[in-house]
């Protein structure tokens, strides 16, 4: 198991929500050898674009100001 940080766990909560919006389209009692190629993908995508998202507004919020 990865030790991640507070913040990338917080980014993970983000993407599961992502995640989740994807699983109601498809169906959440289907089974994921049913799962069409372009229904992974989507799933895949939706998940690293979430976590990446998740993270940079972590990093935008934590940025300190710049005092000019």
Do not use: C, K
């Not at 799962?35 to 998940?47: D, H, K």
Request: aromatic share 4%; no cysteine.
């Amino acid at each position: 198991m990865v030790d991640l940080t507070e913040e990338e766990r917080a980014a993970v909560t983000a993407t599961m929500q992502r995640v989740a919006l994807l699983m109601d389209e498809i169906g959440w009692g289907t089974q994921l050898a049913e799962l069409t190629e372009a229904q992974v993908r989507a799933l895949i995508e939706g998940a690293v674009e979430g976590f990446r998202e998740a993270m940079a507004d972590q990093a935008r919020a934590n940025a300190p100001e710049v005092p000019f």
